[in-house]
C-alpha cells in the first residue's frame, strides 16, 4: 500500500535494499519527521539531523547537494574547475569520513579538481576560507553544523573569493538539485582527488599573529582557560597562545575530537552552559580569562573574572570593547586611516555606531550572516577603503579580510592583547564595557527563541511575521511610541530583500526573524537608556509585549544582557 508521502514512496522504490529495509520500519509520525520540508540552504549552509530523509542530511541528500554545486561551479568559473578546483574540510562531527567521500567524488566525476587537507584531518572554517583565497581554490565545502547539536551535520560552499555562496547562488544549486532524476544513482570516482600540504596553516598563522599590534611582549602574567568544545581549534589555538606568550590551560576532557560532544552539555559558546568545565579550571588555575570556540572554530566566546565572579562577555559587548580598543589604538599611534569602514548586522547592537562616528569611520549595515557581511567588505576594500572591524551579535567577527567568514583566531589574538592591557590598569573587560556605556549610553539586550514543531512550523512563523509587519506606525510597543516598520521582505536601504521585520521605537527596537537553518524564530530586543536602570526598565517593558502577544506562549532564553 503507497504512503501519501510521494517522496518516501519514491525512497521505497529506488534506494537501495538495505535503505528500503530500515525505511519500511518507520512509524507514520517519523516519516512525516524525515520526509517533510525538504532539507534546504539557510543563513549558513544546509544544516540538518543526520538520518534517512529527504529532510535530513545523509549520503544520498550531500551527493545531490554536491552534484548541484558542481554544475553551478562550472557555470561560473567553467574550465578553471580542473585546474583550480575545490578544496573540502571537516569538523569532528560523526559521518564526516563518508561525507567527505561523498562530496569529493561526485565533484570528481564531474571533472572537477579536488583537494583535501593533508590527511583529511579536521581543520577550522577560518583556515579554509583563508586557504581558498591563498590557493587559488575557485570552490570550496565544509562538513560542519557549526554549533549545532551532535545529532546534526551540514554542507558549507564557498567561492573563490573565499566566503560562503549568496541566498541567490545557492537558490540555483537548490533548483539543479530539484531538477536531478535519480539521486541515488549519481556518478562517482576519485580520479581528481588529492591533498594540500599543511604549509598553508603555517601561514594562516602568521597572518593571523600579525593582528597583534605588539608582537614581542610578555604577558605570562595572563592565564587563559581555553576549550575547543571537542572541536577543531585547538592546534592553531595553542600555537596562537604560545606566540602571544600567555600561561593557558586546555580543558582536557573537551580537547579531543569527539563527534559526540561527551563532555560538553553545549558546544555553542553563545550558551553559558558551554563554560560550565571551564569554570571549574578556572577556579582552579585561578585564570582571569575563559576562551570557547564552537566545533568549526568560527565562534568566539569569552568568560572575564570580575570582582572574584565569572561574568559572561555576550556578542554584542565584546565586539565594542574590540572595536574601540583598535580605534583608539590605531588613533594614538597615528595610523587611523581617513578612509576606514566597520560592517555590522542589522541585528547587532548600534552602540557600535557611535564609537565609529567619534573616530569618523563609515558604519554599514548588513543582513544576518558573514556571506553578507563580507559582501560589504568586499566592495569596500576594492574601493580602496580599509577595514577596521566587521562583526554580527552571534559571536562572530573579522578583523583582517584574509578570512572572508568569521574566525574565532583573530578574535583570540586581539582579545588577548586587550584582556592583558586592562589587566595591567587593574580593569576587566566589564570594566571597559561600563566605561564605554557612561560615554554612549546604555543598551539593554535579550534574545528569545521561539521553535515551532511539525512540517506547519513556517507557515505558524510567517503568521506572527505578518502580524508585526501590520503594525502602524505610532502606536505604543512596551510603552514606548512605535515610530518606523522596517519589513526587511520589501527591502531595506540597499539591502537584499529577507523575510523578517523590526519595529523601531527611537533607539529601541524588537526584530522578529526566522532561523536560517532551524525551525525557530528569533526575537531581538534592544533597549537604550542614559542610566542603566532605564535601560532595564524598557527591556523588560518590550519583553513584556512580546510574549503577552505571541501565540506560542513559549519563552526560551539564549542569553539576557543589560549593559
Known sequence: MKHKNKDYNLWLTKAPASVRSKLRSYKPEKIDE???????????????RMGLGTSAINHFTLGAASYAYGKWLKKKYGSAVKTKGVLIAHDNRDNYKLFTKTVATVLSAQGIKVRFFKGNKLQPTPLLSYAIQKLGFIGGVNITASHNPPTDNGFKVYNADGKQLDTRDTKQIKKEMNNIKDIFNIKTNNKNCGYINNDIIKSYIKDVFSIAFNRTQDRSDLRIIFTPQHGTAL???????????????????????DPLFSKTVSPNPENHEAFALAKKYGDKFKADILFSTDPDADRFGVVVRHKDKWVHIDGNMLPVIQLEWKLRKLNELDRLPNNSFMVRSVVTSSMGDKVAKKFDVRVFESLTGFKHIIN????????????????????GSVIKSFTKDKDSFQALVQVIEIVHDLKHEGRTLVDAYDS??????????????????????SA?????????????????FGGLKVKEVRDFSKGYKNLPKEDFVTLVMGENSVTFRPSGTEPILRIYMYSFGKTKIEATKRLKKIKKEVLENDPSKQDKKISKKVK
Do not use: C, W
Request: proline fraction near 2%; avoid cysteine.
Open 460 to 476: 505558524q512563523i510567517k503568521k506572527v511575521l505578518e502580524k508585526y509587519k501590520a503594525t502602524k506606525v505610532g502606536v505604543l
Open 34 to 48: 524525515r520526509f517533510g520540508i525538504p532539507i534546504s540552504f539557510g543563513t549558513a549552509g544546509m544544516r540538518g
Open 436 to 457: 564605554l556605556s557612561k560615554q554612549y549610553g546604555y543598551h539593554g539586550y535579550e534574545q528569545l527563541q521561539i521553535r515551532f514543531e511539525g512540517n506547519n512550523g
Open 235 to 257: 592546534p592553531i589555538a595553542t600555537k596562537l597562545m604560545d606566540k602571544m606568550k600567555v600561561t593557558y590551560k586546555v580543558v582536557e576532557e573537551q580537547a579531543d575530537e
Open 376 to 395: 560589504d567588505v568586499i566592495r569596500e576594500e576594492k574601493n580602496n577603503k580599509e577595514l577596521i572591524f566587521a562583526y554580527e551579535e552571534s559571536f
